[in-house]
């Protein structure tokens, strides 16, 4: 990889976690410049209180931004943020770390917190909830009759098998008291304003932090469907088939669906999702003079977008263009390695563009996440290119032994491939930029 291509999908990745900066995106929000949100400055002017409640890998930043613009009508704040978010003290909001992949103690509290606000908020008053990626996880209250250790055996179950983000809240909003449209109800007779940073493909309500202020259209039945489909309905504990067989028979009651009449007091915006991101790396890849194409195949199994990737960078029939491309694959676990589905993307990719002749030419592909952390590593993602396979090599290291390992991190950290970023502050999915130079 030549070094201008580094440092050129360096710069149009930075642009995009720019772009998705939650602060100025919540002030666009607040001031109603963002679709949906017309009706935003009138509501806060009007209501009594605000109390806020961010949760997310951007719920630091998201919290700081409400806390000054809400003034003297602010009530309570409260921010649930992973571990490694700023440690920086903000006048008048409360910070509690709630554990990411999996939730924790931490989670717990922060999900008792949440629920406090929401019933200590009336009419008059205005709860808005801040929601960014990981809020699922960092903000968790098992249903009655399940522990925290029940839900963290089958959340992991389903991790491990790939099973995409909406299935996985399908089954956790059914092991759930807040999740499901459950915070929504716990809040009596207030507004509830919802401000979404979507790390969600697509944009669904349902989805997004596993929608604790919307509607849930899945079932109890559903869920089942999706521990039977990933094979672990029968290593699910006993007190989790326990509970969705008697919600299927009725005797528990369901998530809050479409028609409550409780949906009227709730509003959400999104402010700001992937294409966010990808809009602003496609400004800076043009600025550097690069001619851009959009790309749809960053989803399903990580090592067969990377291997696609590859595919249409090969396919470019001349210099100077970027693709970009947004998206969320899933990894499924089959060794014990290190690395992420960013890093895995991008192995594959590698591969495939040493196999397909592609070192005749100068092109380079960055697979990476915009929270700037890639799985349970210090990586955001990795930059790959026909040369890596081969180098690889040279280091006494086997790439495709890696890849069957999952242990991209490794391999990647020897060459001095890993793009190193930091928490961005930010989570809109990922990002997946490749380059094709001159000659």
């Given amino acids: 990889m030549t070094e201008a291509l580094r440092r050129d999908s360096r710069r149009i990745y930075e642009a995009a976690i720019a772009a998705a900066a939650p602060g100025p995106l919540i002030d666009r929000a607040l001031d109603g410049l963002i679709a949906g949100s017309e009706a935003i400055p009138g509501r806060v ?37 992973p571990d490694d978010s700023p440690r920086a003290q903000v006048a008048g909001l409360e910070v509690i770390r709630g554990g990411h992949p999996l939730p924790d103690a931490g989670s717990m509290r922060a999900a008792e917190a949440a629920l406090e606000i929401s019933r200590s908020a009336g009419s008059g008053d205005l709860v808005i909830v801040a929601l960014s990626g990981g809020a699922s996880a960092m903000v968790a209250m098992p249903a009655p009759g399940i522990d925290l250790d029940d839900k963290l055996k089958v959340t992991r179950a389903l ?202 030419r100068a092109a380079a592909i960055l697979a990476a996440g915009t929270d700037g952390i890639d799985g349970p590593t210090d990586a955001a993602g990795a930059f790959a290119d026909a040369s890596t396979a081969a180098r690889a090599r040279a280091a006494g290291l086997d790439p495709e032994g890696a890849l069957a390992r999952n242990d991209s991190y490794t391999l990647f950290h020897a060459l001095g491939d890993l793009l190193i970023t930091g928490p961005t502050g930010t989570n809109v999915a990922d990002l997946l930029i490749g380059l094709v130079g001159p000659n």
């Fill in 45 to 81: 002017d009007r209501a009594r209180r605000i109390l806020i409640f961010a949760a997310g890998k951007a719920a630091i930043p998201m919290a700081h931004r409400l806390v000054a613009r809400c003034g003297a009508k602010l009530a309570a704040a409260i921010a649930a943020a």
């Fill in 159 to 360: 991790m491990n098998s790939g099973a995409p983000i909406h299935e996985l809240n399908a089954v956790r909003k059914h092991l759930s008291s807040i999740k499901g449209g459950g915070l929504l109800a716990a809040t009596g007779g207030a507004s509830v304003l919802t401000l979404a940073l979507s790390d969600v493909i697509g944009n669904d309500l349902a989805t997004i932090a596993s929608g604790p202020t919307v509607a849930d259209p899945s079932s109890f039945s559903d869920a089942i469907a999706v521990l039977k489909r990933r094979k672990v309905w029968g290593r699910a504990p006993e007190a989790v088939r326990a509970r969705f067989e008697r919600g299927v028979a009725g005797e528990i009651p369901e998530t809050v669906k479409a028609g409550d009449a409780r949906l009227a007091r709730s509003t959400t915006v999104i402010i700001g999702d992937n294409e966010t991101a990808v809009a602003g790396a496609e400004r800076e890849a043009v600025a550097l003079g690069y001619r851009v194409r959009r790309w749809d195949g960053l989803s399903g199994e990580a090592e067969a977008a990377g291997r696609a990737a590859a595919a249409e960078v090969m396919r470019l029939d001349s210099t100077r263009i970027c693709i970009v491309a947004g998206g969320e694959p899933v990894v499924i676990i089959r060794g014990p390695g290190r690395g992420g589905r960013a890093q895995h993307c991008a192995l594959a990719a590698a591969l495939a563009m040493a196999s397909g002749g592609q070192d005749r």
